[in-house]
Structures are given as structure tokens and as C-alpha cells.
């Protein structure tokens, strides 16, 4: 079974609202980090937001105030809710989550789930 499931991909017109979901890791593991990239084609894979253990959040601009990032800890789920899309937003989605193991850091990375935004 893949560590990371995430959902809620799809297709909308611009201006609707999605919301991914990644549920994981079921291994015991001291997460540090939850966070969700995009990679749209010819363009390298970014940061869009992330949240830490202790419920900081850091936004890429182009997304600040639109994509709020939330998880719910006994779920083992993070969400990004997606308001206000625009054909920019279009792109793979990843789920990431970081977790401290011994002396080093690791990560986690769900499946891509697409994301489409038509004008």
C-alpha cells in the first residue's frame, strides 16, 4: 500500500474551488512536514503550500489567500482547499510529507493527481 493517498483531482471552470486530500503515512513516523507541490508541463516542479507540526504555513504568492492548507492530525490527512482557480493553476498536484527518522530527514510523496482549469 502506497504511504500517501491523495484524491480530489478533476477537471473545473475557472473561479470554481477543489479540495485534495492526502491521507498518510500509516507508519509511526515524527512528521515535521505536510506540504503539496504542482508541476505544470515544461515547468519544474513548486512548492505551493506546506504546514508544519507545529501548524505554520508558508504560501507560494500565487496562491496566497486562494489555497488554504489545513490537516487534521488524528485523520492523518492534509487538505489543500483550492478557491478562486485560474487556467494557471493547471498542473499535477503532489502531496508531500516530511518526517524525522534517527539522524536524518525523509520524505514521503503521494501519487499526482491532475488538476484542470478551463477559461
Known amino acids: 500500500q502506497a504511504p500517501l493517498v491523495v484524491s480530489g483531482g478533476g477537471s473545473v471552470q475557472a473561479g470554481g474551488s477543489l479540495r485534495l486530500s492526502c491521507v498518510g503515512p500509516?507508519?509511526?513516523?515524527?512528521?515535521?512536514?505536510r506540504g503539496w507541490f504542482r508541476q505544470a508541463p515544461g515547468k519544474q516542479r513548486e512548492l505551493v503550500p506546506r504546514i508544519t507540526s507545529d501548524t505554520v504555513t508558508n504560501y507560494a504568492d500565487s496562491v496566497k489567500g486562494r489555497f488554504p492548507i489545513s490537516k487534521v492530525n488524528a485523520k492523518n490527512t492534509v487538505y489543500l482547499q483550492m478557491n478562486s482557480l485560474r487556467a494557471e493553476d493547471t498542473a499535477v498536484y503532489y502531496c508531500?510529507?516530511?518526517?524525522?527518522?534517527?539522524?536524518?530527514?525523509?520524505?514521503?510523496w503521494g501519487q499526482g493527481t491532475q488538476v484542470t482549469v478551463s477559461t
Open positions: 508531500k510529507v516530511g518526517y524525522h527518522g534517527g539522524t536524518h530527514d525523509y520524505d514521503y
Open positions: 500509516g507508519a509511526t513516523v515524527t512528521i515535521t512536514t
